[in-house]
């Protein structure tokens, strides 16, 4: 069993950043592709990053490409999300997720989420 906990969150102006982290519960996260997800008030959730096992390849959805930056640690058993340009429409529930690869159906573990708000 691993457990993810998502930390980093709060509010924040439109414009600032924020990094978000997410731990795991042991050193089998080096195992898992790392998925991050978020859900606004009243949508359906987003997947909008991926990071590999070894972390040499992730992606990004549209609507954060070039603001948002993940990257892990895998001897620090985490891995980060960078939020750059942050706009209102990037608030809302973000929640890690491991899985055996981006992009499919099958979520292994999920992480309790972490409140994210851009608002002035």
């Known amino acids: 069993q691993l457990q993810l906990v998502e930390s980093g969150g709060g509010l924040v102006q439109p414009g600032e950043s924020l990094r978000l982290s997410c731990a795991a519960s042991s050193s089998t996260l080096a195992y898992y592709v790392i998925r991050w997800f978020r859900q606004a008030p009243g949508k359906e959730r987003e997947e909008f990053s991926c990071?590999?096992?070894?972390?040499?390849?992730?992606n990004y959805a549209d609507s954060v490409k070039g603001r948002f930056t993940i990257s892990r640690d895998n001897a620090k058993n985490t891995v980060y999300l960078r939020m750059n340009s942050l706009k209102p429409e990037d608030t809302g529930i973000y929640y890690c997720?491991?899985?055996?690869?981006?992009?499919?159906?099958?979520?292994?573990?999920w992480g309790q989420g972490t409140q994210v708000t851009v608002s002035s």
């Open positions: 990071i590999s096992s070894s972390g040499g390849r992730t």
């Open positions: 997720a491991a899985a055996n690869s981006c992009g499919t159906a099958v979520i292994t573990y």
